[in-house]
T-cell receptor, first 110, second 115 residues
Framework: SQQGEEDPQALSIQEGENATMNCSYK?????LQWYRQNSGRGLVHLIL?????REKHSGRLRVTLDTSKKSSSLLITASRAADTASYFC??????????FGQGTRLTINP | DGGITQSPKYLFRKEGQNVTLSCEQN?????MYWYRQDPGQGLRLIYY???????QKGDIAEGYSVSREKKESFPLTVTSAQKNPTAFYLC??????????????FGPGTRLLVL
């Protein structure tokens, strides 16, 4: 299975701290995507990183991809209460459908 | 306002009843998807469609059916054959045309509960 697995399953930090979540997968991929889901809502796309890219930034988000280790990390800097959500990685092999991981539940404490 | 809408927000099903969840998009996307999410879990693909009048089974299609008669609409029917339908159902779409690995845009979801 090429399913991504997020680590940790849950993360609780203080507002202002950085949050790092990891995603590991098993087979070669075309791209890896990160999504956010607020409680009881739909998913929102954050970043897509292709297999030939190593790092991408979007605002306070930084995503890295290490294809040799088959892993990716999502860093959220200077966290805010509004960042409280579940974060999912999704992997795609070639043109095949996305496969979502189980998610990391992030809680930002005031 | 461009986006994906799902209705209803909550749906209650009685034993032996078929229910239909609505999904509409005005993004002019070719591909549409239905996912099921159980509490604390990731998303599992039920059905997907890459073009009008065509759709394929995902990983957990048993007990579900879909249609794609219009580009904008991809309704999901939860049939009585689905014995454990209680879940959060998410519809998504993507541009399509280059496979299924592009960015997906999600609706707000429908929560299905069994009476």
């Amino acid at each position: 299975s090429q399913q991504g697995e997020e680590d940790p399953q849950a993360l609780s930090i203080q507002e202002g701290e950085n949050a790092t979540m990891n995603c590991s997968y098993k087979t070669s991929i075309n791209n890896l995507q990160w999504y956010r889901q607020n409680s009881g809502r739909g998913l929102v796309h954050l970043i897509l990183i292709r297999s030939n890219e190593r790092e991408k930034h979007s605002g306070r988000l930084r995503v890295t991809l290490d294809t040799s280790k088959k892993s990716s990390s999502l860093l959220i800097t200077a966290s805010r209460a509004a960042d409280t959500a579940s974060y999912f990685c999704a992997t795609a092999k070639g043109a095949q459908k996305l496969v979502f991981g189980q998610g990391t539940r992030l809680t930002i404490n005031p | 306002d461009g986006g994906i809408t799902q209705s209803p927000k909550y749906l209650f099903r009685k034993e032996g009843q078929n229910v239909t969840l609505s999904c509409e998009q005005n993004l002019n996307h070719d591909a549409m998807y239905w996912y099921r999410q159980d509490p604390g879990q990731g998303l599992r693909l039920i059905y997907y469609s890459q073009i009008v009048n065509d759709f394929q089974k995902g990983d957990i299609a048993e007990g579900y059916s879909v249609s794609r008669e219009k580009k904008e609409s991809f309704p999901l029917t939860v049939t009585s054959a689905q014995k454990n339908p209680t879940a959060f159902y998410l519809c998504a779409s993507s541009i399509g045309g280059a496979g299924l690995s592009e960015t997906q845009y999600f609706g707000p979801g429908t929560r299905l509960l069994v009476l």
